[in-house]
């Protein structure tokens, strides 16, 4: 018997779980009526720095392109992004020149260089949050030419007979008008050659260096790390992408106006996530920050979101769930086996009678019941009458939970859960709404 072939085939596959990154970046391409230019954005190489991937999730989620093209990857380093770390696996930024086969980014740099270089890519933006304040001058340690805060940088003046090849004109084009409507007068933008063919060597490895070496304009935009805020961070990236738009003619809407409250509005909602084995659409803008008894297939963790930078990341005994780098919540996992069967329930909801798809939300006023159903059991996390296992035909109403089960901060929802034997068949949530928040 020959063995080689099997053992050649493990290792193969081996080999790609063990050097290839967890969570995928998305690409969202939005395409205007009309042919025009294309602007790439690529928010989040370097996972501890919101203001690169918040940016362009709203970008994202609530522009409409009319006129040329916006493609938009929001979340390149993802890992690094659901651990807030620069890069779990190196610095991504300086992988550009050469990586090895092994790397853990290999194959999320080699993929995004060639979107870079695909023919209809006309200009390239990479975000970042960057240290202090950059200026020419030195003034102080958070103020100097070392910093990288509120400036666009390029790596060289220009790139002779390229389209949009003018990077320093551009650059001080578009801070102009960023500049026109700052927050505060320290947050001004400024132009930052970093002369990398000459004086960077670090930089020479880079995303941006990588494209013009190439000649496709490439700029980093570089919101301050000193701004705390997340919401003036994005900001200052919306208005400076917007700047870049209008400068290649590329036509947009969105439906805000572009001011910090807005943002900071905009930034409150967290998307939806669906995990499809428990039927379950989860809320979480209003998710509470930990949930017992949540039901998980210790197999397989599959799910889905609205929002590109969710995450559900196993974490000892717990799973995270992450919206970018913030902890959203914690699910402590109740591990059972799924069974299928069950697609729709009878309850009664303020005395009225009707049938719900598994997985819904309900509107609760006064009181709820779950009908009985013949083999399966009910159980309403939260609530507990001794005695009793299947909680079927019990009309309960808020006051009978258990605040703390609830999955929802203001602690209004809660889970009913159907099983048949031990195996769970999904549950719908139940959210009472008659009292004030
Ligand atoms: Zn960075």
Known sequence: MNLKPLIVSFCVLFSTVAFSANLHYSLVKKEGKNNGSTLLIIGGIHGDEPGGYFAPLLLTKYYTIENGNVWI?????????????????????RKFAKIETKDKDFQIVSDIKKLILTSKVDLTLNLHDGQG???????????????????????????????????????????????????????????????????????????????????????????????????????????????????????????????????????????????????????????????????????????????????????????????????????????????????????????????????????????FMAEDIKGYRINLIGFSKTGITNESGIKVAHKDFVKTYAIDKHEHTFMVQFYKDKRFCGMINIKFDNEKK
Do not use: C
């Open 133 to 367: 304040f950059y200026r020419e001058k030195n003034i102080n340690k958070n103020f100097n030419p070392k910093a990288w805060g509120q400036a666009t940088i390029i790596d060289q003046q220009q790139i002779p007979n390229a389209k949009y090849g003018n990077l320093a004109e551009i650059a001080k084009k578009v801070n102009k008008e960023t500049n026109i409507d700052l927050l505060e007068d320290v947050h001004e933008f400024n132009v930052k050659d970093t002369n990398t063919k000459k004086q960077d060597k670090a930089m020479q490895q880079s995303l941006t260096y990588f494209s013009i070496t190439n000649n496709k304009p490439a700029f980093a935009i570089e919101t301050s790390k000193n701004i705390t805020n997340l919401s003036q961070k994005v900001f200052y990236q919306l208005k400076t992408i917007e700047e870049f738009m209008n400068l290649m003619n590329i036509k947009f809407s969105r439906p805000f106006e572009l001011t910090q409250k807005n943002i900071d509005t905009l930034l409150d909602d967290y998307g939806m996530l669906e995990i499809p084995t428990t039927k379950i659409t989860l809320n979480l803008s209003t998710l509470k920050s930990s949930i017992a008894y949540f039901p998980m297939n210790k197999d397989k963790l599959v799910y889905s979101s609205d929002n590109p930078l969710v995450s559900v990341i196993q974490d000892k005994d717990t799973y995270k769930i992450m919206n970018g780098n913030i902890l959203v919540s914690r699910l402590k996992p109740e591990y059972s086996d799924f069974d299928n069967s069950l697609d729709n329930v009878n309850v009664v909801i303020d005395g009225k009678k009707t049938v719900v798809k598994i997985g819904t939300l309900i509107s609760v006023k006064h009181d």
């Open 73 to 93: 990857v929001p979340n390149l380093n993802f890992d690094s992004i659901a651990k807030n770390v620069r890069g779990t696996y190196g610095d991504m930024n």
